[in-house]
């Protein structure tokens, strides 16, 4: 494992290519961080709008997604790449496709933000706060580490996926309670818990995305430990 | 494995010729030693004190930009290097605990036990059949029935015998390039060696001779200790088990091939492999 | 001239190109007519040894005496034994000398002294005028035998082909590709079994040539054999003794008032060279490369 800034390749085609992959996933990242903003800004804001952006832009998302796919394919028959070359095409096509998942999830919350928006504003909806902060965290800091190559940001990932699993434990917990309580808002509920949900399912694609940036800076398969 | 450490050095007081068939055990790790082994042509030291085990049976790769040594190293092993005018070595190079530098080893019979195979494939001008008995006959052995039983046996080896069963008679330089070097690697195994030096020997083939050539080499590692020297990264990727990496007359690394090209441990290898120099 | 029309491949000044066709076409011409000039004196000599030397050519000139001066009849059996008997002696002393010096100066010492030193003492002999082999051959064997021979004249022939068999041999064992040798070593050959099995044999074909190049060159010599085997009106029985060769009686019977001799001169003439060139065809045809 090298940390040390590695020289261009002599064949300047394979940097560029590899630059292009890399440019490519930055670019998704950048959009998929949007459309969950856009998401949680529509159920925040309660407004529809936002919505419907967050869920019409995914489909740039799934097209960069191929994208990249077709870009690591590529890299891969036309370079062959070996050792940090290859770690780094193979973990940006599953990093692409994590990413994708995030996105999705960014969609399934818009949804469930605009049918809260067809009801009264609940209180409850600032239970979620902490998962969204601690979720939203997470997914940058996991690209922040992909764009920096810094293993040890992610490395530390995986210890805040575990909170956010309890984050939305708790949460989940509480508003069962309250649907207890307060059955008439039962549905608003349920849609709060689907959106803390998907939240959580964030925080796993960020972990994971996280390990394939373990995997591409030091060659390390860090995945599935301690279970 | 690492190349700083020198395990206990076997003495070669009790020299012998290198006769190794009898007590030959396979699975040795260290079955060719190369201690602190340094090469000079003329003034210019090429190799500087080199250090490698290398086990019994397994395939293992040199790789190294041109003039790296890598070359020099391997034919050092059967000292096709004494050949060349103007060149000393130091240090020592053992197979199976005897010094390949003993006195008492002819150099001769030293070529018999350790077979080659060249870059530019190089049947002599005569018969297939001829070819294959070729060491035989300097050898002495002069049996037909030993010449015949040796052609089909080599034959087979290379994996060239169904293709040119029917004319073992005719001119080896009628083949093709693939067949010519698969004919030079059965006459590199006809006087029934235990170690097969490979020097580029794909580097002038297509890919289709290469593949043949390759899936040779590793039907071959159950019999023979095989070292190739290439060029072609993926090809020692895909033909060895263990891959040295020489640099400017050094050793860099040396490690399994997997771990070579996923993840190798010094930044020159890294840096060579990746395209990033040589 | 009219200017031509322009087109995709004219040249943008349309005249360089017609100068340049011009002058390569003259001198494509020139060089056609020059070389065949140099057919001419070649073709006149086949001509003229041809038309002078056939009207006696029989069979008798192969088995009889050449005539004494003045009289007719008879032929120059001895003159064309004896030219064989001196060139095989010249062969049997120039081959191996040549052919095993050569393997030592490409074999075993490319860079020695030694090597440089046969090989320019090799080139500086074929130099030599081959009357000084001639001279040479006559102060080392007849001198000190006391008698003019066929051994002289061999001896003579041979520092005459000596160079020419060691000189092209080297060539032909350099022609020897490396990587059969390398091959050879590589499977534990020694030096002379590789030399012997390998070199030679591939090298046979151009050292062959070369022995055939020393033939037609020792049997159309005169000089060296003039002044060493002489000449003799009789049947070789010894090589001991004064001995017939075609080009000291071409040289003797030329010179001799006799119209008859001038003609058995002119057949030896056109027997010499048909001999010659056989020879040398002979030498490119038997011994052309086989494998590549």
Redesign the interface.
């Known amino acids: ?2 940390t ?1 800034p ?6 300047s085609d ?1 940097t560029t290519a590899l630059d292009k992959l890399r440019g490519s996933v930055l670019t998704m990242a950048s959009l998929t961080k949007k459309n969950l903003q856009n998401a949680i800004q529509g159920l925040f804001e309660r407004d529809d709008d936002f919505c419907n952006h967050s869920i019409a832009d995914d489909e740039e998302i799934d097209l960069l997604e191929i994208q990249i796919d077709r870009e690591g394919i590529e890299v891969m028959s036309r ?9 780094e095409v193979i973990s940006s096509i599953k990093i692409g496709a994590n990413i994708e998942r995030v996105a999705d999830q960014a969609v399934n919350i818009a949804r469930r933000a605009r049918k809260l928006n067809e009801h009264p504003e609940l209180p409850e909806l600032h239970l979620l706060d902490p998962v969204i902060k601690l979720s939203l965290e997470m997914f940058e800091d996991a690209i922040r580490s992909f764009a920096e190559r810094n293993a040890s940001l992610a490395v530390e990932l995986k210890a805040r996926d575990k909170s956010l699993d309890r984050l939305n434990k708790e949460v989940t917990d509480e508003l069962i309670n309250r649907m207890q309580d307060d059955s008439t808002n039962l549905p608003a509920y349920l849609n709060m818990i689907f959106i803390s949900r998907c939240l959580e399912r964030i925080g796993d694609h960020s972990a994971n995305i996280a390990e394939d940036v373990v995997f591409a800076v030091r ?1 390390e398969d860090i995945r599935h430990l301690g279970k | 494995m690492s190349t700083e450490e020198h395990p206990i050095q076997i003495p070669n007081s009790t020299a012998r010729p290198l006769e190794l068939t009898d007590d030959f055990s396979p699975g040795e790790t260290n079955f060719i030693k190369v201690d602190n082994f340094k090469f000079f042509y003329g003034k210019k030291e090429a190799l500087h004190g080199i250090n490698l085990e290398i086990p019994s049976r397994r395939v293992i790769s040199f790789i190294g930009p041109s003039g790296c040594g890598k070359s020099t190293l391997l034919r050092n092993f ?1 000292r ?1 290097n004494e ?1 060349i ?1 103007g060149v000393r070595h130091e240090g020592d190079i053992t197979i199976h605990g005897t010094s390949i530098f003993d006195p008492s080893v002819e150099v ?5 036990r350790i ?2 195979v ?1 870059q ?1 494939s ?4 005569m018969s297939i059949y001829e070819n294959i008995v ?2 035989l ?3 002495g052995q002069g049996d037909r029935s030993v010449h015949d039983e040796t052609v089909e046996r080599c034959l087979c080896s290379a994996a060239l015998w169904d293709e040119v069963k029917d004319r073992l008679h005719d ?1 080896a ?1 009628g083949l093709s390039g693939g067949q010519m070097q698969r004919l ?1 690697i059965a ?2 195994i ?2 029934s060696p235990e170690i097969l030096l490979m020097d580029e020997p794909c580097s002038a083939l297509d890919p289709i001779a290469t593949a043949k050539v390759e899936e040779l080499i590793i039907e071959l590692k159950k019999d023979f200790t095989i070292v190739i020297v290439t060029h072609n ?2 090809q020692a ?1 895909r033909v060895s088990e263990l891959t040295a990496f020489f640099y400017l007359g050094n050793l860099v690394e040396f490690d399994e091939t997997r771990k070579i ?5 010094k ?1 020159q290898t ?2 060579y ?6 | 001239m009219k200017p031509k029309p322009l087109h995709f491949f004219s040249s943008p000044k349309g005249e360089t190109s017609f100068f340049r066709l011009l002058r390569n076409r003259f001198l494509t011409g020139l060089c056609i007519a020059l070389s065949l000039l140099t057919l001419v004196p070649l073709i006149s000599i086949v001509i003229l040894v041809i038309r002078n030397g056939l009207p006696l050519l029989s069979m008798n000139l192969f088995s009889q005496l050449p005539p004494a001066p003045g009289l007719e009849g008879g032929g120059f059996g001895n003159a064309i034994m004896g030219t064989l008997v001196m060139v095989g002696i010249s062969l049997l002393l120039a081959v191996p000398l040549g052919v095993f010096s050569a393997v030592y100066i490409n074999e075993y010492a490319p ?1 020695s002294p030694v090597s440089s030193a046969v090989r320019f003492v090799a080139k500086l002999l074929t130099g030599i005028p081959s009357i000084i082999c001639g001279v040479f051959a006559f102060a080392a064997v007849v001198m000190t035998s006391h008698h003019f021979s066929a051994i002289a004249g061999g001896v003579a022939l041979a520092i005459l082909i000596l160079p020419i068999i060691l000189l092209t041999t080297e060539q032909a064992l350099m022609g020897v ?1 490396s ?2 040798r ?9 030096a002379f ?1 590789t030399i012997w ?2 070199v030679l ?2 090298a046979m074909p151009a050292i062959m040539t070369g022995v055939m190049l020393a033939v037609s060159r020792a049997a159309g010599e005169t000089a060296p054999v003039l002044f060493t085997a002489l000449f003799s009106q009789n049947w070789i029985t010894s090589v001991l003794e004064p001995t017939a060769s075609l080009s000291v009686l071409i040289y003797n019977f030329a010179s001799l008032p006799y119209a008859y001799h001038i003609k058995l001169a002119w057949s030896a003439s056109l027997v010499l060279v048909t001999v010659v060139t056989m020879t040398n065809i002979l030498a490119q045809l038997i011994f052309s490369p086989k ?2």
Request: hydrophobic share 40%.
């Open positions: 494992m090298h040390e590695s020289r261009p390749h002599t064949l394979f370079f062959q790449p070996v050792a940090k070359d290859l770690r060659a | 059967n096709m050949l005018p001769i019979a030293l070529r018999r077979g080659m060249f530019k190089n049947p002599f001008p070729y060491p006959r300097i050898a001119s330089l030079c006459r590199a006809a006087s990264m993926q990727s090209f996923t993840n190798p441990s930044l890294e840096e492999i990746t395209g990033r120099f040589g | 860079v590709s990587a059969y390398e091959a050879s070593f590589g499977v534990g050959a020694t079994q099995r390998i044999p591939d494998h590549r």
